[in-house]
């Protein structure tokens, strides 16, 4: 028999004691003696038996998991993000189970409905970047269950949320650029119904006008990813030619963008500065090393799962938080 098989029952009838008993030996409980307690246990140890978490959840309606959905767990940003929350989360008794949606909607849907199928307490959550409909999200909050949106928030959806300042941090990394002397800098945008992706431009733009500067909208592209960077070379080619700083809505786009323009000749940062989001390590492994954003995610990942278990540990309906950390400028080699 394998150990995930060993039931109390199994262990009563080792012991030719009722399941009852074998239940309260293995708490030692007061009414059972301690010679039963002490045969139980090390019976239970011997056969390595483990509790069945699923039948403790539905006799104390609470599993004890949290779901954590992102969209990418090899980004270094999400990474740290789970290793926040799960510090936190282990610390506080509590189990996490992980999915990622691959920025895939229908997968962002799967994994709501498996990790609420599985009755976890609760779920923090990063949106993919191709979810326009949230109804998958009111569902599960119908259900009880509720959410703690991270960096790539809802709107929509009522919940706590932990955020970085990407308006505050655009518009610091772009006035950086400006008080160098660029004055034609270009924006590789990330998609606008994101947040993160409206507020970035929003800084952006704010930083231009702060400067007296006119935006110039042909130099701003919506191009987010490095493949984006590959489908777009000629027209960022040009735009590098037309153009005296990029800032890059994220440090992987940037670093695509950065090699392009050095594969074509332009020398970095003397006739094009570059500039990203995120501090990601890749930015200081690069030459020249990229001047970006720092954001703080193995600390915003805690924050998410300590709000999603003060959620959990409230009995009526306290107002949602929205816990905004800020951005920190990080200036290095590339502008």
């Known amino acids: 028999m394998k150990p995930s098989q060993i039931s109390l029952r199994d262990i009563a009838e080792a012991l030719d004691v009722s399941v009852s008993t074998v239940s ?23 056969v390595h038996y483990r ?7 539905l006799k104390q309606q609470r599993s004890q998991t949290i779901g954590v ?4 767990i090899v980004h270094h940003f999400f990474s740290s993000v789970i290793s926040g929350v799960e510090d936190l989360a282990y610390g506080s008794g509590y189990r996490v189970m992980i999915c990622q949606s691959n920025e895939d909607y229908l997968r962002e849907v799967i994994n709501v409905q498996a990790l609420a199928d ?18 998958h999200f009111r569902q599960v909050l119908d259900q009880g269950v509720p959410i703690v949106f991270m960096d790539r928030i809802s709107r929509e959806i009522p919940s706590d949320r932990v955020i970085t300042n990407d308006y505050e ?10 008080g160098q002397g660029r004055r034609r800098i270009a924006h590789l945008a990330g998609p606008q119904h994101l947040c993160v992706g409206k507020e970035r431009y929003q800084g952006y733009l704010r930083a231009l006008k702060e400067h007296n500067i006119r935006l110039d909208e042909e130099r701003v592209i919506r191009c987010d990813t490095p493949a984006r960077v590959e489908q777009k070379k000629a027209q960022l080619l040009d735009l ?7 800032f890059a809505v994220n440090d992987f786009t ?11 000749g332009f020398v970095i940062p003397e006739q094009v500065a570059i500039a990203g989001f995120g501090d990601d390590p890749i930015a ?5 090393t990229l001047t970006t954003v720092e954001q703080r995610g193995y600390d915003m990942g805690r924050e998410a799962a300590r709000l999603l278990i003060k959620r959990l540990g409230e009995e009526g309906s306290e107002a949602y938080q929205t816990k905004t950390f800020p951005a920190f400028l990080k200036v290095r080699d590339s502008g």
């Not at 509790?51 to 959840?57: F, R, S």
């Not at 959905?69 to 990418?72: Q, T």
């Not at 590098?240 to 990029?246: F, H, K, P, T």
């Open 240 to 246: 590098a030619g037309r153009s005296d700083a990029i």
């Open 254 to 264: 940037a670093v695509a963008a950065m090699r392009l323009l050095q594969d074509n």
């Open 118 to 135: 599985h009755r976890v307490d609760g779920l923090l959550v990063s949106i993919s970047k191709s979810t326009l409909d949230q109804q």
């Open 169 to 178: 941090g655009a518009r610091m990394v772009v006035s950086h650029l400006l």
């Open 69 to 72: 959905i992102v969209p990418e």
């Open 284 to 288: 200081s492994i690069v030459r020249p």
């Open 51 to 57: 509790p069945n978490a699923m039948a403790l959840g």
């Open 24 to 46: 309260r030996a293995l708490k030692n409980h007061p009414d059972i003696s301690e010679e039963t307690c002490r045969k139980v246990q090390e019976y239970a140890r011997r």
